[in-house]
């Protein structure tokens, strides 16, 4: 029997590829990962659409609980849904691991992915350096190690793909000290106008000149999404700028090449 | 009218997504770009599971005819496919460009590309470094410019992904001198023994210690197919392994994770 990990790709249920769908169609039970990325289109519309339950598997199910899907798969086809590629996010290595070390057969379906997306924008993928994560400041925390990365990235006249924080399942200060059951806060995504303001802070700080207030920079909004938005712009004209509901994806540009100079203009203030 | 530029995913008919295949059914005209990649089925086969003809375009088609299909795509919607994902290679920016520059709109359906599928082997597709390209050497023409970015990856600890050459519909010199009607050479593919070769080669004329025979690589085969593979070994090893027909990647590892590791242990010449 197969264990298949399908990417869902960037936006709702149709972006499943149709050997992915086959897939899903075969299997009796179909698990959901949802808590390295989010997904676009609600669980109940996926349902619809694959015409069957629909098991949500949140960081504890993958953490402890998986020996029940593992099991599953000894015995008949189970389908492991991922948001984007199923191999862009490191647990589903782990996950593999598991299930090939339990004589489970795996089968990966891949699919889009932000880290191959990015192209939409007119930068070549070929051109990217390290992909950074740019983490939610708070009160004490605020690491700046992003910048480093942008640093070597920039030295070498690459581009750099910036990655948003998520929280999504994060208990409670409160309810953590409480230490029972667990509270939830309201998901977070950081938006591109908050990218802006921690990545000026860093290099306020930090003072190396990695790029400034007129860094060329594109914001990517909802990519592969109905309401899809590119825009390109100065890094300080983002702080002042509401790119509307997540997910946000942010780029600083290094050397362009004519024709991505030519994208950037296209897309400047998201015209 | 739209123009819709649809990836069609890593092997075969049935990696379209279900988005991109509707968006085909609509379609009068439906274009499959022939140059940039390879397709890995047949276009007599995406023919039969669209139900409609397909036409070629080659690089030609795009430096000097694709007049035809912008102009088409002001009165119908058209289809234009491409191998993988649609801004993973520069040409689509420049068409993308035309189109909005004659008024048609364009709408992008992505799908995998070896860009993010990448991370199948287990690396992290969040240490990766630039993405280099490896030219096939001729006997004058041997440029090792790759050997540099390749440092400047391994310098911070980062992977690398090496895409391999692919000549498809060159030229032959004696018809290029003729001059009038032009002869194609058979389609040449490189593998991962001949990658192996043409690294170590730089590095034992460049001497500056970037890798050596002991690094330890990914030969990755047809990667999204019914027969892929995914190799690990040295980098030595890669010289006398013949992994089959195309197409082939390659990485060479930086710094490896836990979870890496154990990856790099489970391919471990492709078991």
Redesign the interface.
């Known amino acids: 029997m197969v264990l298949y990990m399908i ?1 869902l ?3 709702d ?7 992915g ?2 897939a899903v169609k075969k299997c009796k039970r179909v698990y959901l990962e949802m808590y390295t990325a989010i997904l676009m289109v609600s669980k109940e519309k996926l349902e619809a659409f694959f015409e069957k339950e629909v098991i949500e598997a949140d960081r504890n199910f993958v953490e402890l609980g998986c020996v029940d899907m593992i099991d599953a798969a000894k015995e008949e086809d189970v389908a492991f849904l991922v948001v ?5 996010a ?1 647990t589903h ?2 996950l ?2 598991r299930c ?1 070390e339990s004589g489970v057969k795996v089968e ?6 932000i ?3 990015v ?2 924008c ?1 930068l ?8 950074v ?1 740019l983490p939610f400041f708070t009160e004490k925390w605020r690491p700046y190690s992003f910048y480093e ?1 942008i640093k ?1 990235n920039k030295d ?1 006249g ?1 581009h750099t793909l910036v ?1 948003l924080d998520i929280k999504v399942k994060e208990p409670t200060e409160e309810s953590l000290a409480r230490g029972k059951q667990l509270d939830y806060m309201e998901p977070r995504y950081m938006r591109t106008h908050q990218a802006a303001e921690q990545l000026l802070e860093a290099e306020a700080n930090l003072k190396q000149g990695v790029y400034d207030e007129a860094t060329p920079c594109f914001g990517l909004v909802r ?2 999404t109905a309401t899809q938005r590119v825009v390109s712009g100065m890094l300080k004209e983002f702080v002042g700028m509401d790119l509307g509901e997540p997910l946000h994806s942010f780029v600083i540009c290094g050397e362009m090449h004519h ?2 100079e ?2 950037f203009k ?1 897309h400047h203030h998201g015209k």
């Open positions: 990417g790709g960037l936006y249920e149709k972006d499943i590829t149709v050997r769908l086959e984007g590629d199923p191999f862009c490191t290595s782990d593999y691991l090939v990966v379906i891949h699919n889009a992915s880290v191959s997306a192209g939409c007119g070549q993928v070929y051109r990217f350096g390290e992909i994560s990365k070597n070498k690459l990655l990519v592969g024709i991505e030519e994208m296209y």
